[in-house]
């Protein structure tokens, strides 16, 4: 039997694939035994050899059990044609997950609607859960004054929530940054003092430069002129937004403060 496109076992019980003939070969005693072709065969020996007379790698049978010599000693890998694994299934959905280097256990099927997530701080390195979107929405807590005729971008000083380090309150805090690529729902609201005359505008504003989103309204000389905008867009890692506001009453003009909603900006995950 040559050696080429061969692989072997040579060892007492062990067996043989040469994959030029695809068949499998049966050591049986220092004589190899050629097996029918495409047929698994087992040497029935009723007990398994010393190990200590075999080295790692070594596969033998013994019934329907076939046994793998690891770490020096037989581990049973397969019974039954059905492989063997050292687990307990308690219901259907349950994983086998890696916990360390040749080592596995068992996790235990989540709850219906919940996906596997990554988790370095389980034990597995992973639990049931819902991933967090990437998301975020900023506001202020003060008015800001707009100056006439002129777009002012808007200042947001503080935050409902930010699941991706899209904002920050202190360095360039009109900004929202995308962290993650993707299309993302973008919405701005504002609200601008009362006064009759001119109109109001709120742009989401792109990199400083670009309008992805506009909303342009009459003033309101006797409530506050609430603008709110949204839009979709394909945000690139490193993107910016931000929230600008303009008037032209002919004088200084705020933009308020006013319940969870002026001046607000938030941005959230689509998908990619």
């Not at 596969?59 to 059990?65: E, S």
């Not at 019974?79 to 360390?100: C, M, N, R, Y």
């Not at 919940?114 to 807590?141: E, I, M, N």
């Not at 002919?250 to 900006?265: D, T």
Request: glycine residues 10%.
């Amino acid at each position: 039997m040559s050696s080429e496109g061969f692989l072997a076992f040579p060892y007492r019980g062990g067996f043989a694939i040469d994959d030029d003939a695809h068949v499998a070969n049966i050591r049986k005693m220092e004589a190899w035994a050629r097996a029918p072709k495409n047929i698994w065969s087992w040497i029935d020996r009723g007990v398994l050899p010393a190990a200590a007379d075999h080295k790692d790698g070594t596969i033998v049978f013994v019934g329907d059990v076939l046994y793998l010599h690891q770490s020096g000693a037989w581990t049973p890998i397969s019974t039954g044609g059905k492989p063997v694994l050292d687990l307990d299934f308690d219901a259907k959905g349950d994983l086998i997950v890696g916990s360390a280097n040749d080592a596995y256990d068992n996790l235990a099927v989540g709850a219906n609607g919940k996906v596997l997530v990554a988790d370095s701080g389980q034990t597995l390195g992973v639990k049931w859960g819902f991933p967090a979107v990437p998301a975020c929405r900023a506001y202020h807590d003060a008015d800001q004054s707009l100056t006439n005729d002129t777009h002012t971008v808007l200042s947001l000083n503080s935050e409902r929530f930010d699941t991706d380090t899209i904002h920050d309150t202190a360095t360039n805090n009109s900004r929202l940054t995308c962290k993650t690529a993707g299309k993302y729902i973008i919405s701005a609201n504002a609200g601008f003092a009362s006064n009759v005359t001119g109109e109001r505008i709120l742009d989401i504003l792109l990199n400083g430069a670009t309008v992805i989103g506009r909303h342009r309204a009459d003033a309101n000389g006797v409530n506050i002129t609430t603008i709110a905008v949204s839009t979709l867009y394909d945000l690139a890692v490193n993107d910016y937004i931000e929230m600008r506001a303009y008037q032209n009453s002919g004088g200084a003009l705020n933009v308020i403060v006013e319940g969870n909603f002026s001046p607000e900006f938030g941005m959230a995950f689509q998908g990619v």
